[in-house]
């Protein structure tokens, strides 16, 4: 796969995002946001540390080239998360940060796909709409949660109040991450693997791939700066993503009161990776150095 395009902006000290690639793989790691007084990890916020160890680990360690199944990666890498956070001090799993996690790999003709989080996947054929992929545990979830908060705002409840509310609800819901009573997401927790969305499509040359947090997804959603998938897509393929992030930020910067466009925080870590995928058959056509 060759990156085209890849992007990460934040307007925190330090990135909770991070973003990597390999020839044949592509990921993105979402740290969630502290929403208490975590203490630093490494001189990082706890997301930050979590998603830059994850995406270190991606990147040196051969689960690429050894074809073991996504989610195996996945339970390994948890693993290695566990243990950096043991010496680094985290020693409790109620401590422990967490992340959304998407992959992609290509293997044996397929693109396999691994999302455990919130972090959309979009993929596009040569001539066919573009496949929006979400982890089921999440799709809707924040919508619905957001509609409460709508509801309230729309009765003109004061947005400071209905804010604070919305916080309390998603710091009692977090405490039930990696828990049969929540959702599943990256952290300390092996099991966490199992509840990972695996799926595979088929891998046709110049097929289009985009990895993304959701805070880059946010200009589909909640802001409909694009109106589908495919458009978004058509913007990064233009050669248009930063120029869209810039447009979202305006947006979010314009609605600072989450007001017209309720969310849970006025911005986020937004990042994004654009690639298009070259099969071998693909390379032999268009040259060596395709």
């Known amino acids: 796969m060759r990156v085209v395009q890849s992007l990460s902006r934040s307007d925190k000290t330090h990135n909770e995002d991070a973003v990597g690639a390999r020839p044949d793989a592509l990921w993105v790691i979402d740290g969630a946001s502290p929403l208490g007084d975590e203490t630093a990890v490494d001189g990082r916020s706890p997301a930050a540390w979590l998603a830059a160890t994850a995406s270190e680990y991606l990147a040196r360690m051969p689960w690429v080239e050894a074809g073991r199944p996504l989610r195996t ?31 992609v790999r290509l293997a044996h003709g397929h693109l396999e796909l691994c999302l455990l989080g919130d972090s959309p996947v979009l993929v596009r054929a040569p001539g066919r709409t573009a496949t929006k992929f979400v982890d089921p545990q999440f799709d809707g979830v924040e919508e619905h949660l957001l509609e409460a908060v709508r509801a309230e705002l729309d009765q003109g409840v004061d947005p ?38 695996v799926t595979s499509v088929p891998a046709a040359s110049e097929t289009e791939v985009v990895v993304m947090s959701d805070g880059y997804a946010r200009a589909l959603h909640p ?68």
């Open 223 to 290: 802001f409909g700066l694009v109106t589908d998938a495919g458009m978004l897509l058509d913007e990064i393929a233009a050669g248009r993503g930063e120029a869209l992030l810039d447009r979202l930020r305006a947006a979010e910067e314009a609605d600072s009161a989450r007001v017209g466009f309720p969310r849970f925080s006025v911005s986020d870590d937004a990042t994004m990776l654009y690639a298009r995928l070259q099969t071998d058959a693909g390379r032999a056509s268009d040259g060596p150095d395709s």
């Open 160 to 197: 400071q109040v209905v804010h604070a509310r919305a916080r309390a609800g998603n710091q009692e819901r977090r405490a039930c991450r990696n828990t049969p009573a929540g959702l599943w997401v990256l952290a300390d927790i092996p099991a966490a693997a199992e509840h990972a969305f």
């Open 73 to 103: 990666v996945v339970r390994e890498l948890i693993q290695h998360l566990r243990q950096a956070g043991r010496r680094a001090g985290l020693d409790s799993t109620a401590a422990f940060p967490t992340a959304a996690l998407s992959l």
